[in-house]
């Protein structure tokens, strides 16, 4: 067997090639006497202006928010817009019109004569009721003349007793 046979050296030339053609497209220093010290002990990549950046990026931040809410409103605004239009007029007056024959219909359903009934009734009810207060309160005007008529009645069927003793007694006294 052979060590280097020519398939096998056609192989490990294609590697070394590779690497060659690889290293020389990826060498981004040019070649100097400290290129490995340069390459190793690489300075520091934050430009010297870092805190005007951040104060740049921070201000746009900041626009972008502003922005943003003021999209929001415009967009609600808009929705606000489409939904008054959206809103028929027609539509509207129609579902009232509905409402109201439907509320026509129910009211002439509803027995006027009944309830013509239950008013007379109670009309009725506040009359006797009325007739009532008056009742006594004459009643109770009257009440003193009535005790006063009875009390002279009482005295007067007392004389009249006494007056039929009287008369007994002398039908009695003659008879004897």
């Known amino acids: 067997m052979h060590f280097f046979s020519p398939l096998r050296n056609k192989f490990v030339l ?14 981004s220093m040019p070649p ?6 340069e390459f190793f002990y690489a ?3 934050v430009p010297g202006s870092y805190d005007k950046k951040m104060a ?4 746009a931040l900041a626009h972008l928010e502003r922005t943003k809410e003021k999209l929001k409103e415009k967009d609600i605004k808009k929705e606000i817009d489409r939904a008054l239009k959206d809103i028929d007029a027609k ?5 009232i019109d509905k409402v109201k024959e439907s509320a026509d219909l129910i009211l002439q359903d509803i027995n006027t004569e009944k309830i013509k009934q239950q008013i007379d009734a109670a009309i009725a009810r506040v ?8 009742v006594k309160l004459a009643v109770a005007d009257l009440q003193p003349q009535i005790e006063q008529s009875l009390e002279e009645a009482r005295d007067q069927i007392e004389k009249a007793r ?7 007694e002398e039908l009695r006294s003659k008879d004897i």
């Open 162 to 168: 006494d007056e039929l003793k009287k008369a007994r």
């Open 91 to 95: 539509l509207v007056r129609e579902d």
């Open 43 to 45: 300075k520091d990549t």
């Open 127 to 134: 009359d006797i009721e009325k007739i009532t207060k008056r």
């Open 56 to 59: 740049e990026l921070d201000k």
């Open 14 to 27: 294609a590697i070394v090639l590779m690497i060659t053609v690889v290293l020389f497209a990826s060498w």
């Open 32 to 37: 100097s006497g400290n290129m490995f010290a």
